[in-house]
């Protein structure tokens, strides 16, 4: 009865080939007709936001390279192709846990994609540990994944944890403050959700070790679309740098609001939204010097083919953070599977162990973590660059003081 | 009435259920647990807003107190402790806000409820980024779903048990009185505050445990993870559809809801949203009095046929 899934077969462009080398001797025989990729994801609800910028076009792009590519390549060099199954988690953290586990043993996927959020990584995660399916945990931004490692070891941790992230900026800071760019105050805001506090957490420490002075520190409710208030207690604390780790679409108001109230610190950081491609857009000229988490290198051509081929399967570019991370994950799996086929325990060695080209460029874990990250980026020239860690290949200089709006 | 022979055929159900992990998958284990965790929802829910109409929103304030006592505890006390603990706190929670809201009645409790499940969210995520400074909590338990599955479905069978009895009570003698007419109740003599609130208190206190035996699935804990309102609204749907003022009518609402909903995720991922709003709406017009209510209806009228007498009689207690 529950077995009419919804599936979306991807091709058969591939099966005339995969069915001739089959044919010879010794070859492809116990590979199954069509691999089964399974993933749920947030597609509506609360969620749906951040799984549609960072995570379904690209599960999406993939898909789609693997469709004229004629499938996921074995390691005898037969191509299977890929049969999707896709379900909706609708946001909730027990509907995630029982589609990953209708996934796993009712659909017998042979890989499963993560869905979107920390949270959801996390509900899902003792899923994928008990079935033994690696699990590629990219929109997760979390300082405990040496710790779920250890629980966890086939869970592999792509974007790093809020120290990473305020540690660089704090670095950063410090060193402008030692050229005379900028005066050592901070003002800092954070919007009170799972995001905003762990990285405000994060930055408390952090500015402090770096010897920057925090003046303001304050956090505002889920939902704040008035931000001149606390503008203008910025603007009064006499700090040079505003730090604002918020969430959109709080980011847009206080980018508006920020213009509004002619408030021009010489360094402006604010959270998530800064790297949605329309922001740079929308902004022009003026969204140059703001800085957020995440960023490009703007040379890695790589990265811009990649970035070319995402607006025309999905009709938007992607985003500057997570996007192509996201990408570069499912380029780790489809390698690894291409050097050890479809056992799930040698793929999770092999993702862990190997070396990888991606659009990232020359990527490899470390204790399953990737740990070559852009933890601070900047618009310049129309994209967002990446300008620390300052010692990473391809990185930007910061162009500080930000011109007035 | 129920004989030896229902008493032993429930007992039957139960032991199968009971004994469905040892047969059953990871998905299997997990549908089960879902469905089991809504009928003792949708049970709890009826015990007290069934007989007394009192619509409540609160489910998913007292699901998530439920939830959150278990992260904040569960390293600390063991875990027959910490269910003892959110067993407490939600009595307490619930003889609180009972006591303050009891005496409102029809729309304004329904909003007060519901605004209530949204105070504690807030409440909880103020306490988390003021004082503890880190919004999720991780729950790591090293017992698997099954479990889960087995504490619930014991306090599934403990909450129809209740229900049964406090039926067969002097109390739900004083329920039925109180949801027909409260006024005239008061005027019998009956302390109907203290009886609205001893029901509620009991209902939350299941809800609370319900949430609490739960949160063990999710890992990672947090406001919106726990508090989320759908878990109210599919609650109050279940126990309308199956008729809230009788015992097993949440039980015949859940049921099939739940492999209803199961159903459309899986084959209509993209379209589940849409088929659910037309189908409560379908529900609310077509079984205004739940499955179990239309079904007597039908009977009734059968009957009534014989003699046209019984039919208004009937009829008028259906309407009031």
Redesign the interface.
Known sequence: ??T???RLSLTVLAGTAALALAALPGSAQDHPDKIKIGYAVS??G?NAGGAAMTTIPNYKLWLSDLEAKGGLEMPDGTKIPVELI???D?S????V???V??L???DEAHFILPPWG??FN??V???FD??GYPQLAVSAVTD?APDFVK?WPKSFWFLGGGHDYTNALATLLADQVKAGVINPKVAMISV???FG??LV?AARPSFKEAGLDVVMDQ?Y?VGTQDFTTILNEAKASGADTFVAFSYPPGTFALTQQAQVNSFNPKVLYLGVGVGFPPYGANLGEKAEGIMTLGGIDPANESNKAYRERHNEVNGQYPDLWGSVITYASLQMLEEAIKRVGLDREAVSKELSTGTFETVLGETSLEDNQLRDLWFVGQWQNGTLAGVAPADRKGASDAKLPKQPW | MITAFSFAALAAVFAALAAAPFFL????I??LL?LVGYVTLASAWALFSGPTRYVSLATVAFFGIGAYTVAVLYETLPSWLVLVVAALIGLFVALLVGLSTLRLAGVYFVIFTFGLAELIR?LV??Y???VT????R?L?VDY?PEVVYWKLLALCAVTLAIGYFIKRSRWGLALKMIGDDEVVAEHCGLPTARVKLALFAASSVIITLVGAI?AP????I?P???F?P?ISFLTLIMALLGGAGRLWGPVVGAVPLFLLF??L??????H??IILGLLFIAIVFVLPNGVLGFFEEHWNRLRARGSAGRTELSQDREAG
């Open positions: 009865m529950f009419t899934f919804r597609k509506t609360a896709e379900y909706d609708r909730s953290a027990e509907e846990v029982r589609a586990e209708r796993a043993g009712q920390t949270g996390l509900a995660a003792p899923l008990r079935y405990k629980r009170a959700d799972g506090i762990d957490t956090t409710p | 998958g990871t998905y299997g997990g549908f879902g807030q995520t103020w988390e980024v003021n400074g880190t919004l999720g991780y790591f698997g739960q699935r999710w890992t990672y947090e919106t993870i726990v989320n759908t199961e159903w995720s899986a084959n209509f991922p993209d589940y949203s």
